[in-house]
């Protein structure tokens, strides 16, 4: 890799290493850590782990789900090597700077086992799209149930017509514009050309396109019912409605890569909104979104230790996870 441009890595990863600490210090500028800490010890272990094991059988069902898509451009894998690529990619995003990260490796391992790279990217970033289509239905949805929570409907109205006006520039501009990618700027031709194609095939299998988005509005609305099942655990009593509209509301913040993994900006975005729309003292949304975190830090370090122990199969065509972190890294 060039100078220039590892130089140019780590200048960013310290910035988003400095706005990380940014977040956490206005945080606890509002949050006294003891208090933190109080309400996060609540938690009963029994409801820590039933959360944990719910959450592992929804990546089950997201592993499918992946593999479908990525079987949709024609990079077929077996269940075993599709298992093995989704856990690296689990594993990847305690690594890399966000989401986006743990998908680059779960494609780039993919193409690797299949041999077909450029099938595996799309299928990933067909997959991907959709997921950020339900995410911000979900809002939506959320918004609606809740907007007696928010200050006026003037208010709550614009918020959705501002998400869904959002949605469709992220979706469809590069379709309305009809320009042509060698005139958009080098960085943003390869992301505008995969949400193209990603774009035309769903067009070309609705019903496919369907299924993945029936599965994904699941997925992401069983993640909403575990992260009010962890708030009630420590004291955080609100309306299932209200949840719907706060985790994906914060997920959606969080894809924005400002910070490292998210960390900060999620728990200082959650304990915002919780306080805005419910009331609920700052520390506990906090408290509950730090909860959140240790179930995804763990579910990583177990997919880690899934990944290299089914690569100890004979029959495995994944291969090296530190090959693939470098390449997604570089990409």
């Not at 894998?77 to 779960?106: E, H, R, T, W």
């Not at 799309?122 to 959320?142: C, H, N, P, S, Y």
């Not at 918020?159 to 990618?181: D, Q, S």
Request: charged residues 15%; hydrophobic residues 55%.
């Amino acid at each position: 890799m060039p100078p220039v441009r590892t130089k140019k890595k780590f200048v960013v990863l310290a910035i988003k290493l400095a706005v990380t600490i940014a977040f956490f210090a206005v945080l606890f500028a509002k949050v006294r850590w003891s208090e933190l800490w109080s309400h996060a010890t609540r938690i009963a272990p029994t409801t820590w782990l039933a959360v944990f094991a719910c959450f592992l059988a929804g990546h089950a069902i997201g592993v499918l789900k992946w593999r479908y898509a990525v079987a949709l451009s024609r990079a077929r894998l077996s269940v075993a090597d599709a298992v093995q690529c989704y856990a690296a990619g689990m594993f990847a995003n305690l690594c890399l700077p966000s989401i986006v990260g743990g998908d680059a490796v779960k494609a780039v391992l993919a193409g690797r086992a299949t041999k077909r790279f450029e099938a595996a990217v799309i299928g990933g970033a067909t997959e991907r799209l959709i997921d950020t289509f339900a995410l911000l239905v979900l809002i939506v949805v959320g918004a609606l149930l809740c907007r007696e929570s928010f200050p006026g409907w003037a208010q709550q109205t614009f918020l959705v017509g501002g998400v869904i006006a959002a949605a469709g520039a992220l979706l469809f501009l590069p379709l309305v514009l009809r320009v042509k990618l060698e005139r958009w700027p080098k960085k943003l031709r390869r992301p505008i050309a995969k949400t193209l194609v990603s774009l035309r095939r769903l067009a070309r299998k609705p019903l496919a396109a369907l299924t993945i988005l029936a599965l994904s509005l699941l997925l992401q609305s069983w993640f909403v019912v575990l992260n009010s099942w962890l708030g009630r655990g420590i004291g955080v009593d609100l309306p299932l409605a209200t949840w719907f509209f706060a985790i994906p509301f914060t997920k959606a913040v969080t894809l924005v890569p400002i910070s490292f993994g998210g960390f900060g900006l999620r728990e200082k975005t959650l304990a915002g909104l919780l306080f805005t729309i419910a009331a609920v003292p700052e520390s506990l949304g906090a408290a509950s979104s730090i909860l959140w975190q240790t179930v995804l830090v763990a579910t990583g370090l177990l997919c880690g230790l899934l990944f290299f122990a089914l690569s100890l199969r004979a029959n495995s065509r994944v291969g090296s996870l530190f090959g693939a972190t470098k390449k997604a890294a570089r990409g």
